[in-house]
């Protein structure tokens, strides 16, 4: 059974920092791309960031970008998300994921963690 727990959540002020950490475990954390999505009172689930299961390639949405940053270590089959500058709009539940293809005809596979709450106060 694949877990994915996150941590690190709580309520700050603008301008303030948080780090996020998952901590996956029932699968080979190091096969997995390892990436932080986010969702808003009555927005849809939205992409902030993604790193590659080797650590080499990070991708950010552009609304993150030089603000927050995310890596991992195999070691601990930990991914974490440092927040920095934080704003109202960061506001949201966070969520853990991580995805692999596999296949000759690529098939994916995708968990999900039960998400931590970030809010972040004007």
């Known amino acids: 059974q694949v877990h994915l727990v996150e941590s690190g959540g709580g309520l700050v002020q603008a301008g303030d920092s948080l780090r996020l950490s998952c901590v996956a475990s029932?699968?080979?954390?190091?096969?997995?791309?390892m990436g932080w999505y986010r969702q808003a009172p009555e927005k849809a689930r939205e992409f902030v960031a993604q790193?590659?299961?080797?650590?080499?390639?990070?991708y950010y949405a552009d609304s993150v970008k030089g603000r927050f940053t995310i890596s991992r270590d195999n070691a601990k089959d930990t991914v974490y998300l440092q927040m920095n500058s934080l704003n109202a709009e960061d506001t949201a539940v966070y969520y853990c994921?991580?995805?692999?293809?596999?296949?000759?005809?690529?098939?994916?596979?995708?968990?999900w963690g039960q998400g931590t709450q970030v809010t972040v106060s004007s």
């Open positions: 029932g699968l080979t954390f190091s096969s997995y791309n």
């Open positions: 994921h991580a995805s692999v293809a596999i296949g000759k005809i690529p098939k994916n596979y995708d968990y």
């Open positions: 790193v590659s299961w080797s650590g080499d390639l990070t």
